[in-house]
């Protein structure tokens, strides 16, 4: 398994299934897959049948394997009158860490934002993702600490 099988490319419908199991599998790496409530039907539905969809994937593709994912959608209102992109969820599966595919989602998630004018990609990382962190440092990204994230549950 090398990058040169590694096919870069925007998910299909027909992704839904695989997406969804490394979906799963974040919630579980990320410690709330008790609440996690994503079925394959709902990957379908809200990614793929809805118009416009609630979010977009970038995937990572082995031969019949997904790799990993990159999540995301459109802000398309932001001080600066252009959009941005909010990138929700960047996987890799652990059998294909360390052979920068998690870079190339990125880079393509680059030329995604270049493409619809986005002035920015913004997403938070936990606190305890000292390896998640020290990847975006890498890739150029700055720690925002202007702001503090709330949440209000209702």
Do not use: H
């Not at 938070?124 to 209000?152: C, H, I, M, Q």
């Amino acid at each position: 398994m090398n990058t040169s099988e590694i096919k870069i490319r925007k998910a299909t419908e027909a992704d839904s299934e695989k997406l969804w199991v490394l979906m799963r599998d974040l919630a579980i790496f990320e410690k709330y897959i008790d609440v996690f409530a994503i079925t394959p039907e709902i990957v379908k539905e809200k990614g793929f049948r809805k118009n416009p969809p609630d979010f977009y994937c970038i995937i990572a593709e082995d031969n019949e394997n997904i790799a990993g994912i990159l999540v995301y959608y459109f802000l398309p209102y932001t001080a600066q009158n252009r959009p941005a992109i909010y990138m929700k969820e960047l996987y890799v599966d652990e059998k294909y860490r360390g052979q920068k595919i998690g870079e190339e989602l990125m880079n393509a998630l680059k030329e995604e934002a270049t493409l619809n004018n986005c002035t920015q990609i913004k997403w938070t990382v936990a606190p305890w993702n000292d390896s998640g962190k020290k990847f975006y440092e890498r890739l150029g990204a700055k720690e925002n600490t202007e702001w503090l994230n709330y949440e209000w549950n209702v």
